[in-house]
Structures are given as C-alpha cells and as structure tokens.
C-alpha cells in the first residue's frame, strides 16, 4: 500500500513545530511523501536531514493549493482520508481501510474547508473527541499497517539503532564525506 499525507494550512510561525512533527510522524510510520501548504521552507531542510542520517528517501513538497493536489491524487487511483473529530468512528472503517491499494491522508491546522468533506472518500474520526492531528495522523496509520510498518527499514541510513532494553546502541556506517 502506498500512504502520502497532505497538511492543510498552519497558522504561521506558531504550528512550525507541529507541521515537523507531522511530517515526521509521516516518514516513521511508513507514509512516503508529504504535501504542504503555507509552511516555513525549513522544514524541508530538517526532513532531508533526518533522510540522510536514518535512511529512506521520505518526499516533503510544498504546493500552493490542496484541492489540485486532492483531485490529482484521486484521478491516480488513491482513495482519500480525512482526519476530522466528525467522521465515522475508525473502529468501525479500519477493515476497509486495509484493503485500499494507495490512500492520500488529508489532516487539518485549524479549520478546514468545508470542500474536503465532500472530496473524501472517508471522513475518519480517531474517537470523536478533539485532540491533534499528530496523534491522529499516527493512530490511523498504526491501525491501517498493524504496526508492521516498524518492520521496515530506511536504506542507505548513517546511523541504526539496535533495539536495547537499557542505555543506546547506535551502528554507526563509515562515509567518506
Ligand atoms: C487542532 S485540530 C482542529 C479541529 C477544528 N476545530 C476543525 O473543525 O477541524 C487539527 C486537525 O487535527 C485532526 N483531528 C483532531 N481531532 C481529531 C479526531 N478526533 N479524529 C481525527 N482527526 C482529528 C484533524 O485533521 C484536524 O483538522
């Protein structure tokens, strides 16, 4: 399955931390690109960062508005998921969700649009209390991939954690630059 996200809207300066804990909640838990609108141009930088010292080649890419990169997505054959505290429980849509080949996740700042109720393909609500799009975001993607995403490894890494019950192990591969 192919999971990308797409993150509408920030309010400037003050969610730059959280539209990064996003992006890497994205990578780490097995989505492989982000789309984003209104956001601080370092955020690409620290995605790449983290790219190169733990591996993978997760995709960070600004657009200017969500709706085309929606109506692309679907024209490519991905089904699309809105996070939002109104939709259907996702107890009751995950089964489902699991056997869609390519899903394109849509995640809030604040308010959204009202478009991307109709747009979705689902409206998921992760409980239908108020809480975050981080936390969100994580819980849909461990329920859709059962935790198997933790199986996968990021290529080319620098550095690789050894699974330890106490202190770190970090392997750490020799470059030449
Ligand atoms: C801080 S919330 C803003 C919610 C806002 N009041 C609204 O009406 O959309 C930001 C984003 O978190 C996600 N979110 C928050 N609670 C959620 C829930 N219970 N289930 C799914 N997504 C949620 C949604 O994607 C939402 O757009």
Excluded: C
Excluded at 120 to 126: P, S
Excluded at 128 to 142: G, V, Y
């Amino acid at each position: 399955m192919v999971i990308e996200v797409v993150r509408i809207g920030q309010r400037l300066v003050r969610d730059d931390r959280v539209t990064t804990h996003v992006a890497l909640v994205s990578r780490a838990f097995g989505a492989k690109k982000i789309f984003m609108t209104e956001v601080n141009p370092e955020i690409k930088d620290s995605l790449e960062k983290i790219n190169k010292t733990w591996g993978g080649n997760f995709v960070v890419e600004f657009i200017d508005k969500w709706k085309t990169i929606v109506k692309k997505k679907k024209g490519e054959n991905f089904r699309v998921v809105h996070l939002t505290m109104y939709g259907e429980n996702i107890n009751d849509v995950q089964e489902k969700l699991r056997k869609e080949e390519n899903l394109l996740v849509v995640i809030g700042a604040e308010k959204v649009p009202r478009e991307i109720y109709e747009l979705a393909d689902y409206n998921i609500g992760v409980g239908n209390q108020p809480h975050s799009e981080i936390s969100a975001l994580a819980i849909l993607l461990d329920r859709i991939q059962k935790g198997e995403q933790f199986k996968k490894t990021f290529p080319n890494a620098k550095r690789k954690i050894i699974p330890t019950k106490k202190g770190k192990n970090v392997h750490v591969k020799e470059t030449r630059d």
